[in-house]
T-cell receptor, first 116, second 112 residues
Framework: NAGVTQTPKFQVLKTGQSMTLQCAQD?????MYWYRQDPGMGLRLIYY???????DKGEVPNGYNVSRLNKREFSLRLESAAPSQTSVYFC???????????????FGPGTRLTVT | LAKTTQPISMDSYEGQEVNITCSHN???????ITWYQQFPSQGPRFIIQ???TKVTNEVASLFIPADRKSSTLSLPRVSLSDTAVYYC?????????????FGTGTRLQVTL
C-alpha cells in the first residue's frame, strides 16, 4: 500500500516549456486534489476532482489543466511554464466527498518545480 | 470564513507530553477540526480529526470543549522525530471543494 505517489520528484523547466505531473493513489478514494505550496506560505488549491471523469477549478487554476484518467490517477499539466509557477506541487486524495465537512486528506511527497 | 489561531512555536524535551491549543471562534456547525503535521520538504500528514469531546488514535489525542471554539492536540511522550510544524484546520471552501487552508502553524522543537 503505497498511498499517494507523485512523479517526478524534481523538475527544472525553461519558460514556455510544458510538462505533466503525475499522481496516483491506491486507497480507492474518489476525491483527489492538486495544491501548490510556495516558500513560507500555505497550500493553495489548483484543481480538484470529486470522482473519475469530473474536475473543477480551485483557487489558482490559471496556467494549469488536469485530467482524471481513472479512479487512481489525477494528472496536472503546465502548458507553457512561467517563473511564477515555481513551487512545490502536492497531490492529495480523500475518502470523503470534495464538498463535505471533513478535511481528512492524504498527501504525496510533492514535486519541486523550478521554472527559469 | 473560519480561521484559526495557534502559537507560532513551542519547545519541549523528549519524553514530555505536548499540548497545542488552537482557537477557532467562528467554526461552522457541521465542520470538523483537523490537525496535520508537516516535516520540511514533505507533504502534510493527517494526524487526527474530531467533531466534539475527545478523539484518540495511535498518534495523538484531540480534546474539543462543548462550545467547539477551541481544540487541543495532545502528543504523548514526544520524541525528536516529532519536531515538525503542526497545523489546525477548520472549515474552508473553494467553490464547492473542502479546501485545506494552512495558516502559519505551530513549529514544535523537541530536544534531548
Amino acid at each position: 500500500n503505497a498511498g499517494v505517489t507523485q512523479t517526478p520528484k524534481f523538475q527544472v523547466l525553461k519558460t514556455g516549456q510544458s510538462m505533466t505531473l503525475q499522481c496516483a493513489q491506491d486507497m480507492n478514494h474518489n476525491s483527489m486534489y492538486w495544491y501548490r505550496q510556495d516558500p513560507g506560505m500555505g497550500l493553495r488549491l489548483i484543481y480538484y476532482s470529486a470522482s473519475e471523469g469530473t474536475t473543477d477549478k480551485g483557487e489558482v487554476p490559471n496556467g494549469y489543466n488536469v485530467s482524471r484518467l481513472n479512479k487512481r490517477e489525477f494528472s496536472l499539466r503546465l502548458e507553457s511554464a512561467a517563473p511564477s509557477q515555481t513551487s512545490v506541487y502536492f497531490c492529495a486524495s480523500s475518502p470523503n466527498p470534495t464538498g463535505g465537512s471533513s478535511y481528512e486528506q492524504y498527501f504525496g511527497p510533492g514535486t519541486r518545480l523550478t521554472v527559469t | 470564513l473560519a480561521k484559526t489561531t495557534q502559537p507560532i512555536s513551542m519547545d519541549s524535551y523528549e519524553g514530555q507530553e505536548v499540548n497545542i491549543t488552537c482557537s477557532h471562534n467562528n467554526i461552522a456547525t457541521n465542520d470538523y477540526i483537523t490537525w496535520y503535521q508537516q516535516f520540511p520538504s514533505q507533504g502534510p500528514r493527517f494526524i487526527i480529526q474530531g467533531y466534539k469531546t475527545k478523539v484518540t488514535n495511535e498518534v495523538a489525542s484531540l480534546f474539543i470543549p462543548a462550545d467547539r471554539k477551541s481544540s487541543t492536540l495532545s502528543l504523548p511522550r514526544v520524541s525528536l522525530s516529532d519536531t515538525a510544524v503542526y497545523y489546525c484546520l477548520v472549515g474552508e471552501k473553494a467553490g464547492t471543494a473542502s479546501k485545506l487552508t494552512f495558516g502559519t502553524g505551530t513549529r514544535l522543537q523537541v530536544t534531548l
